[in-house]
């Protein structure tokens, strides 16, 4: 079975900073891993997602995430915040069968 | 390319009544579909999954349902809505790739239920 933890259900970060929105993952098989963004009253959109070819994964929007084997993480960065990215953001496993997603993360961003 | 539509975009429906929330798929071919719900604060639940016409898996127990009975149209419904079925809904679709190989999950717009 598939599951996801993210740690921080609010974080606050000001403009221009560094995002870190951090994402722990079990599976009993090799895993896919995804983060997903949604604006208010909007659906998701998929920001990236992992599929073990390279660990490093590039996104829209400037974000990027690392997969961690030894650490079982996959967490979400972007160098510098801005403003349009406040929203609230999903990680998400699928295995074999189904996808789980984790609570979310709700960033804002400060000016 | 494919896109996925919702509607109603905001229903407000009594408690009591009757439910019905379509969900389209247009650009693909015999997608897999998902009904999701979001309560306020929390994350996403997996209420039913669809393989194909007419196969529909069930995650949760409780007075929703839902049927396929189009190869890209997904319906949720409730004969009698409860207080506690207020939320947002999403509709997801994925490529079928078969058996065991799960695909990246492409969200519609969300339908957002209030009960009162």
């Not at chain 1, 079990?26 to 390279?54: D, E, H, I, R």
Request: charged share 15%; hydrophobic share 35%.
């Amino acid at each position: 079975a598939q599951s996801v933890t993210q740690l921080g259900s609010h974080v606050s970060v000001s403009e221009g900073a560094l995002v870190l929105l951090r994402c722990n993952y079990s599976s009993s098989v090799p895993p896919y891993l995804f983060w997903y963004v949604q604006y208010p009253n909007q659906g998701l959109q998929l920001l990236l997602k992992y599929t073990s070819a390279a660990t490093l994964v590039k996104g829209i929007n400037g974000f990027e995430a690392e997969f961690k084997k030894s650490e079982t993480s996959f967490h979400l960065t972007k160098p510098s915040a801005h403003m349009s990215d406040a929203a609230e953001y999903f990680c998400a496993v699928t295995g074999y069968n189904d996808m789980r997603f984790g609570a979310g993360t709700r960033l804002t961003v400060k000016p | 390319s494919q896109t996925i539509h919702q509607w109603p975009a905001t229903l407000v429906q009594p408690v009591g009544s009757p439910l019905s929330l379509e969900c389209t798929v247009e650009g693909t071919s015999n997608p897999n579909l998902y009904w999701y719900r979001q309560a306020a604060g929390r994350g996403l639940q997996l209420l039913f999954y669809s393989v194909g016409i007419g196969q529909i898996s069930s995650e949760v127990p409780q007075n929703l349902s839902a049927s396929r009975p189009q190869d890209r149209q997904f319906i949720l419904s409730s004969k009698k809505l409860l207080l506690s079925d207020s939320g947002f809904y999403l509709c997801a679709w994925s490529l079928n790739s078969g058996i065991g190989v799960q695909e990246t999950q492409y969200f519609g717009p969300g339908t957002r239920l209030l009960v009162l």
